[in-house]
């Protein structure tokens, strides 16, 4: 016979956020429906940089 095992049934948990808090959760998920979080972020990250001129020119990918 065997064992039950008592976390067979359970769901998963959730995945747990490295990078970025709750609040910047909810952001990505009302503000930017459907785009990939990481496009976002780097984005962002982007225009920061050139704001505080870290970035002389914005990097084109073709």
């Not at 503000?31 to 020119?57: N, Y």
Request: proline share 13%; no cysteine.
């Amino acid at each position: 016979m065997i064992p039950a095992k008592p976390a067979a049934n359970l769901p998963k948990k959730p995945a747990r956020r490295r990078y970025i808090s709750a609040n910047v959760e909810v952001m990505l998920r009302d503000l930017f429906p459907g785009l990939v979080p990481a496009t976002v972020i780097e984005e962002a990250v982007r225009q920061h940089a050139i704001r505080e001129g870290r970035l002389k020119k914005p990097r084109r990918q073709p």
